[in-house]
């Protein structure tokens, strides 16, 4: 009997989260990884890329996304869903910080935040006594953090494993429209397409259920890697 | 006359047994059950059935790892892996992708049901604060799509089943999903998961060569991509290899002993017919035995008793060895005369051993007397075939030539005799020096892990994959009982919320419940929902306060949202039953779950159940689980079968202890009233040999446990026999001395070659029986009181 450990079969629910959550904040911190008006140090590209891009199997991202510890930026969201009159707008900031998580803070039309980690997602609260955090999710997000590590290091190439990926324009002005591989993914998300130029501008979603989703990247400041302390508190798993 | 007439009877009764177990032995109950040794009130079997059938379930799963440092290529290597054993045919089910079908059925099997849903979270959420519906809604609404867990806000506006799915699959073992591919990250590189169930399969060496073949055949493909890797879990894997050792080891060790053992008989006694005559006794002894003992159990035989009853009928393989032995006498061989030479022998060697075996009568352990009857009943078997046939079968042999008797009255004149030096008493006494230290080292092991060949490489991959996936393991599992469905549901519920607060090292355990959770439950999520959306329920003193659905539809501008809202979760939030859920394709891997609800029981009878496995990562202490199943109901046990059955060898050797001691003890006072002065000399090979065999387990490091005893219960019967011959060989010394050594050396060939087997239990068997034959045999001559005065 010994401990054989018996195995059994589970079948994992659509990870969502663990797909999305990479694509969107992957890229979404190229603006504070590589401000437009810095160029690229050296030492940063690990793969010198042709100005005649594209090259067919060559992301024009390749190379491009240096990744300090801790990146942050703006952005502007508008949301499509099917049912409603009007479109959902707001606007807020995100930080990626590398090994911890993501931080999604809304600033309008209400004060919301977000902490996604490798342990979960959480809600995040300023009071008094100083940030608390409630879990809204438990669980293993350890390979959608691994996509992000990827991302952040440069590695888009990444993004092949789970989309068919065409490209257009050049180094320029790009466009990656993403298709997922997976038939379960594809029951939710239809397609994600990527714009931008030496940074990410935009990323657009179209959902299965017809929702739409928009996001604007905006240039953000540099704070230089330093985690303010309610931020530490966020990621603390 | 009257010889010739019992002689004859006793051809008769041999016959009877043996056409009584050839009619009731292919139709026997044969137990194999470790438990079945134990008294009756000390099992209970709805544990037994319950462990039985989850072992069973669990024994025919297996889980491989294919490992590459490119996610695509341990894909490739998996599916090549799968596709092989596919193709073998021997598999119930192999998969290494989640059919896309898979998921979406779990979406629409639990659709109508969503919002009788909430994971833990969401509940305590909503509970403690209502309003928390309305943030849950706003983040479906404003988040990025995924990150809230909402599987849109059409479907599911406040995220709480998305959230709930996803805790099911988070509960489970820890695989990520890539491409369809079961996946997990483990060490930097990619591991992507081939899960397989074996079919229903017979039994025997042939099926398990096929079927190790298929196995091989399956990582040949999978290796075929250059860098994959491969990591096995599972009992099969374990199972294969052990019974590849074991038939290796019987092939090996078997043959090697069964031919020395030939050439030894053949040397020593020119013939074989005497070499026949010697083994005799033994095979009508365990062919008496088995006969006797399933008349006693009426049709039930357990197979343990008969194993180790037989090891010990091995005894009486001195008997015969003792009449042929007459061949090496300085006189014309004649079979009657040799019996009547040593029939005292024979009668005191039989009287001993059935005194010494008699104590497994005194412990209330059944599986203990019922090898104590098997054993007696097979010595006084193999001592009347001796008494009654060898006068016959042994009338014509040809004495030894002069030249081989007198190489052995050599041998016996050079042995070194207590009485005859210091020496010889210095060096048994330095010996039992030896072995009171190595008996100081001893120590106790029960595991009954022993009894496996242990792998380490198979046992590394296999803690390899528990590092990083969460898989029952281990074979401990809670039995919940119950009444009715509902309250095993219950039940379970407040049990797996205790094992979730306390620290389990991250792994939960699943049961029935997480997948449908009680009715009560379910509609207590329902209500709570309600209540929060507000408008349609009676909200008491908040009534002011406007319901999450209004304020939504306010927010948004989309006035008919409210009644919208309202409408959906309560068309949607009908409880999902475990009728509905067993009989749909999504519960099928986890059916084997539920233990199934007998009704029509009388009433008050436990007559629903479940089983809980543990996970194997889980490392509370069993003492701390089990009080955690208490403080959940009175009603649930935690079950340890690993523990369980060592616990049951462990409790058969405290006994097998007193046996052999109150054995000793009755032997030594008999020897006593037989030989007066010389008993110490008859007893001291015996004592001598049992120090020795101890000493060298202790000594060696290896443990003490039943199988260890079993050997020294062997070296207590064969030890007081050789004391016996020795002592009562008044004239025919050598005769008698060869007689030892060809019992001694057959059984030490028999036995003790098992020293050279890879399965701990019985290596440490095979050392004991090796070292203590040997020494209580070397031993013996030493103690012939009769060397000088002749």
């Known amino acids: 009997m010994k401990n054989r450990s018996a195995v059994r079969m589970r079948i994992r629910i659509p990870a969502v989260a663990a797909i999305c959550v990479p694509v969107l904040f992957g890229f979404g911190l190229s603006p504070g990884a590589a401000p437009p008006a810095k160029p690229v140090p050296a030492a940063a590209v690990s793969s010198p890329v042709s100005p005649t891009l594209p090259v067919s199997h060559t992301l024009p991202l390749a190379g491009r996304l240096a990744a300090p510890p801790v990146l942050s930026g703006s952005f502007a969201q508008e949301k499509i869903i099917v049912g409603l009159k009007k479109p959902l707008l707001s606007r807020g900031d995100f930080l990626v910080a590398r090994d911890k998580g993501v931080i999604w803070r809304t600033l309008k039309p209400f004060a919301a935040a977000v902490a996604v980690t490798q342990k979960g997602i959480w809600s995040l609260k300023q009071n008094g006594a100083g940030l608390t955090r409630q879990a809204i999710h438990q669980g293993n997000l350890g390979l959608a953090m691994d996509m992000i590590q990827k991302v952040l290091a440069g590695d888009p190439a990444a993004l092949d494993k789970v989309f068919t990926v065409a490209e257009k324009g050049d180094s320029a002005a790009w466009t990656l429209d993403l298709k997922p591989l997976d038939p379960i993914v594809a029951r939710v998300i239809l397609s994600i397409r990527l714009q931008g130029g030496r940074r990410v501008d935009r990323v657009e979603y179209a959902e299965a259920n017809g929702d739409k989703t928009r996001i604007e990247f905006s240039a953000a400041a540099d704070n230089g890697g330093a985690l303010a302390s309610w931020q530490a508190v966020a990621f603390r798993d | ?790």
């Open chain 2, 1 to 790: 006359m009257i010889r010739k007439t019992l002689a004859l009877a006793w051809v008769l009764i041999l016959l009877a047994c043996g056409a009584y177990l050839a009619r009731e032995l292919p139709t026997a109950s044969i137990e194999s059950s470790i438990f079945a040794l134990l008294p009756e009130r000390e099992q209970d079997p709805a544990v037994r059935a319950a462990g039985d059938a989850l072992r069973s379930e669990l024994e025919k799963r297996f889980l491989v790892l294919a490992v590459h440092a490119d996610a695509d290529k341990a894909a490739l290597a998996a599916e090549a892996y799968a596709a092989s054993l596919r193709a073998s045919g021997s598999m119930q089910e192999v998969a290494c992708a989640v059919p896309s079908g898979g998921v979406g059925r779990m979406l629409d099997f639990y659709q109508p049901h969503r919002f009788a849903l909430l994971s833990a979270e969401d509940r305590e959420s909503l509970a403690k604060d209502s309003g928390s519906l309305y943030d849950a809604a706003q983040r479906t609404l404003y988040l990025p799509p995924g990150v809230s867990g909402s599987l849109g806000f059409a479907q599911d506006p406040f995220g709480t089943w998305g959230r709930w799915l996803s805790a099911r699959s988070g509960a489970g073992a820890g695989f990520e999903l890539r491409n369809g591919h079961l996946t997990v990250a483990l060490d930097g590189k990619t591991a992507v998961a081939v899960l397989g169930t074996l079919k229903p399969r017979a039994r025997g060496m042939d099926a398990q060569n096929t079927l190790a073949a298929r196995f091989d055949g399956a990582s040949a493909a999978a290796l075929a991509v250059p860098g994959a890797q491969l990591l096995r879990s599972g009992f099969v894997f374990h199972e294969l290899l052990a019974a590849h050792q074991a038939h290796g080891e019987m092939t090996s060790i078997g043959t090697v002993s069964a031919a020395l053992l030939l050439v030894l008989m053949l040397f020593a006694f020119r013939g074989i017919r005497p070499t026949l005559l010697g083994m005799l006794p033994v095979l009508i002894g365990c062919l008496a035995a088995t006969a006797l003992l399933l008349l006693a159990g009426g049709g039930k035989v357990h197979l343990i008793a008969m194993v180790f009853g037989s090891t010990i009928v091995g005894v009486a393989e001195d008997y015969g060895m003792l009449f042929i032995a007459g061949l090496y006498e300085d006189k014309p061989w004649d079979g009657r005369r040799r019996l009547r030479d040593v029939q005292r022998s024979l009668f005191l060697g039989l009287l001993t051993s059935v005194i010494g075996y008699l104590a497994l009568f005194f412990v209330p352990i059944p599986g203990l007397r019922q090898i104590g009857l098997f054993s007696i009943a097979g010595l006084v078997a193999s001592w009347i075939t001796v008494m009654l046939w060898y006068p016959w079968l042994g009338a014509r042999l040809k004495p030894v030539s002069a030249g081989m008797r007198q190489a052995a009255e050599a041998i016996e004149r050079g042995w070194p005799k207590v009485r005859r030096g210091k020496l010889t008493a210095l060096s048994l006494l330095a010996l039992l020096a030896l072995s009171a230290w190595g008996c100081a080292r001893l120590r106790v092991d029960d595991d009954v892990r022993l009894l496996y060949a242990h792998d380490l490489r198979l046992q590394h991959e296999q803690d390899k994959i528990n590092s990083v996936l969460r898989m029952p393991g281990g074979g401990r599992f809670f039995l919940v009982r119950a009444p009715d469905t509902e309250q095993v549901l219950q039940r379970e519920e407040k049990l797996l919320g205790l094992l979730a607060a306390s620290d389990t090292g991250g792994a939960a355990a699943v049961g029935v419940s997480t997948f449908v959770p009680s009715l009560a439950l379910q509609q207590g999520n329902a209500a709570l929902l309600l209540s929060a959306l507000g408008g349609s329920v009676n909200l008491g003193n908040t009534g002011n306060v406007k319901g999450t659905a209004d304020r939504l539809a306010a927010d948004l501008g989309t006035p008919e949202l409210g009644e919208r809202l309202r409408r959906e979760t309560r068309e949607n939030s009908r409880p999902v039953s475990l009728e509905e859920w067993l009989a749909d394709p999504v519960s099928t891997p986890f059916r084997y779950l539920w233990r199934g609800n007998k009704a029509g029981r009388a009433e008050g009878a436990e007559s629903a159940a479940s089983v809980v496995p543990v996970p194997a990562a889980v490392s509370l202490p069993p003492d701390r689980l089990r009080a955690l199943g208490k403080q959940a109901s009175a009603d649930i046990v935690l079950v340890d079968q690993i523990q369980d059955v060592s616990d049951t060898l462990g409790l058969l050797r405290r006994h097998l202890i007193w046996v052999l001691a109150i054995g000793s003890a009755l032997v030594f006072i008999a020897m006593l009233f037989l030989f007066r002065g010389r008993a110490f000399g008859a007893v001291a090979p015996a004592a001598l040999g049992v120090a020795a065999g101890l000493g060298s387990l202790g000594g060696s490091g290896m443990p003490l446990n039943l199988f260890a005893l079993l050997a020294l219960a062997l070296i207590l019967g064969m030890g007081i026999d050789y004391g016996i011959f020795v002592q009562e060989s008044r004239r025919q010394r050598a005769a008698a001395l060869v007689a030892i050594n060809m019992g001694a050396a057959s059984n030490m060939l028999a036995f003790g070659m098992l020293v050279f087997s890879t399965t701990p239990a019985l290596k440490a068997f095979g050392l004991v029986l090796a070292v203590g034959l040997g020494v209580a045999w070397l031993t013996a001559p030493c103690f012939s009181t009769v060397g000088e005065t002749e």
